[in-house]
């Protein structure tokens, strides 16, 4: 005998989990004589029925079995193994030669195939394959589970990193929110510092009536509420829901818009905002997402235009009901995104801004949103746009969402 062929083999073998199924007796404690030389553990059955009932409720790798048994043959249990299970190890030791059984046997799908009275340089020979085999198999099934664990690891990086920058896409929007904020605030604190500065000059020229303070007080309260507001709207916005729900496009987009309402009104930005029916844009998800996207767009397109001459600075939003989508065009009439660039704009860390002033994320979270959390498709394109009979040239980028 190869001792050292039996040293691989049992190597791996005497870990196997084997159940062996034998009516009669005495060979069955002879052969096991032998299987203790290649198992650590091996369940006996008695014949193809008790063989079938210990294999619904165990695990094994290897099953070797008699042929010829009462209650149940062993093709029969063999049989119904196989409609549960192809993959598990099958050898036959019979003593049965006979052709026609012989291929019955290798039709029900076995491993091996043994003529009583064993060999034992045969059943090494046999049981090499099979181990091989078994080997194999558990290799294939750890490497499947390891790159399981592998994807989903990866996945789980990836998502937190996009969490990450989808969190710092906003921060870094949110030192601009706070000057539209300024924006926002310049005018009514104006007016307020005047209305103070009122009582004094009314109280010099002995005009301080009680209907001089009560129009005075109510002017007062309502720029003290539209400061409030502001406030509100900027603290509604960095504290988005979590809950997908159908929400009004234009709402969230007149929402969004009025976080740069000081803004536009100091840099001379008139807004547009077309749509052919308002009561059609309805769309299911997270409306806080859709709002970064379009404060994102909105911050690029009037950072775009201030650095123009135009005495028009103009923001272009026009929606459009199709079949299964509605289409979001973004305009503006600066001068547009160079060729050379626009396919790299989406790409993370990409910034035509100069060193401080961008950082390049903000668009690439943009598409990842837009893609991944809303189930649409986002572009960027140089084009022409229409108001009111006049047309204008500039950057436009082109959100499609279905619906």
Not at 183 to 206: C, G, M
Not at 304 to 325: G, H, M, P, R, T
Not at 357 to 375: P, Q
Request: aromatic share 10%.
């Amino acid at each position: 005998m190869d001792v050292e062929k039996m040293k691989k083999v049992t190597a791996i073998s005497m870990s196997l989990r084997v159940l062996y199924v034998e009516d009669n007796e005495d060979s069955r404690n002879s052969t096991m004589n032998v299987f203790q030389n290649f198992f650590d553990s091996v369940d006996i059955a008695v014949d193809g029925l008790d063989g079938l009932e210990h294999f619904s409720k165990n695990s094994y790798d290897l099953i070797i079995t008699d042929l010829n048994m009462p209650k149940m043959s062993g093709i029969e249990m063999i049989t119904k193994i196989r409609e549960e299970n192809r993959d598990i190890q099958i050898l036959v030791l019979s003593a049965h030669n006979d052709t026609e059984y012989f291929t019955d046997t290798i039709k029900s799908g076995i491993d091996g195939y043994i003529l009583k009275p064993m060999l034992l340089t045969q059943f090494l020979e046999v049981l090499s394959k099979i181990v091989q085999s078994v080997k194999l198999k558990k290799e294939n099934e750890e490497y499947k589970e390891n790159l399981k664990t592998q994807v989903a690891h990866e996945i789980s990086k990836r998502e937190k990193s996009e969490m990450m920058l989808i969190q710092q896409s906003k921060m870094a929007s949110m030192g601009e929110m706070i000057g539209n904020i300024a924006h926002q605030w310049r005018q009514p604190l104006n007016e307020l510092s005047l209305l103070i500065q009122s009582f004094k000059t009314a109280y010099v020229r002995d005009m301080l009536s009680e209907e001089f303070i009560e129009k005075r007080v109510e002017k007062g309260l309502f720029l003290a509420d539209k400061m409030s507001q502001t406030i509100e709207d900027f603290r509604n916005f960095y504290s988005p829901t979590k809950i997908k729900r159908d929400f009004c496009l234009i709402e969230s987009i007149n929402k969004s818009s009025s976080l740069f309402e000081g803004s536009f009104q100091s840099n001379g930005i008139t807004f547009y905002l077309t749509a052919d029916d308002q009561t059609q844009y309805q769309i299911y998800g997270h409306s806080d997402e859709f709002e970064q996207v379009f404060v994102n767009i909105l911050s690029n397109a009037k950072d775009a235009i201030i650095k123009q001459n135009d005495e028009e600075k103009i923001i272009f939003v026009e929606l459009i009901k199709n079949e299964n989508s509605i289409s979001i065009k973004i305009c503006d009439n600066g001068d547009g995104v160079s060729l050379a660039i626009i396919d790299k704009i989406f790409e993370p860390y990409f910034t035509t801004k100069g060193e401080g002033e961008g950082t390049g994320i903000g668009l690439y979270m943009s598409k990842e949103i837009i893609t991944k959390y809303l189930n649409g498709s986002i572009v960027a394109q140089n084009s022409k746009f229409e108001i009111d009979n006049n047309n204008y040239n500039g950057a436009c980028f082109v959100i499609e969402l279905r619906t």
